[in-house]
C-alpha cells in the first residue's frame, strides 16, 4: 500500500522554527523523489520544495530557499522540511507528494500525496 503521512505542523508565532515529517511507505522509498507543497486559504497548492533520491539534489520555491531545508532519511523512509524564521505568510497547509521524476515530483504531477499537515504562524 503506497501511503504518505505528514506531521510536525502546528501553531507558532513569526520567527520560530518547525521541522515536518513525511514517512513513507513506498517500497522501496529510495527509488522515489520527494516533494513539499504547501496551500493557504483560498490559494492553490504550490511548490516549496523537492529532493533527489540519494539526497544530493534539492531545490526550493524562491521565498523559501534561505530559511527551509529539505533532507531525508532513505532507513527510515522520511523526509524532513525544516523550517526556520517562520513568517505568516508561510501558513498553509503542507503537503509531501512522491514520484519517480523530478519532472513530475517539482509540478505536482504525482499522484502519491500525503493527507497534509497545517502550520499557521501568528504575527
Known amino acids: 500500500q503506497v501511503q504518505l503521512v505528514e506531521s510536525g505542523g502546528a501553531l507558532v508565532q513569526a520567527g520560530d522554527s518547525l521541522r515536518l515529517s513525511c514517512v513513507a511507505s513506498?517500497?522501496?522509498?529510495?527509488?522515489?523523489?520527494i516533494g513539499w507543497f504547501r496551500q493557504a486559504p483560498g490559494k492553490e497548492r504550490n511548490f516549496v520544495a523537492a529532493i533527489s533520491w540519494n539526497g544530493i539534489g534539492t531545490n526550493y520555491e524562491d521565498s523559501v530557499k534561505e530559511r527551509f531545508a529539505i533532507s531525508r532519511d532513505n532507513a527510515k523512509n522520511t523526509v524532513y522540511l525544516q523550517m526556520n524564521n517562520l513568517k505568516p505568510e508561510d501558513t498553509a497547509v503542507y503537503y509531501c507528494t512522491a514520484g519517480t521524476t523530478s519532472y513530475s515530483v517539482g509540478n505536482g504531477l504525482s499522484e502519491i500525496w500525503g493527507q497534509g499537515t497545517q502550520v499557521t504562524v501568528s504575527p
Open positions: 513506498l517500497g522501496t522509498f529510495s527509488d522515489y523523489v
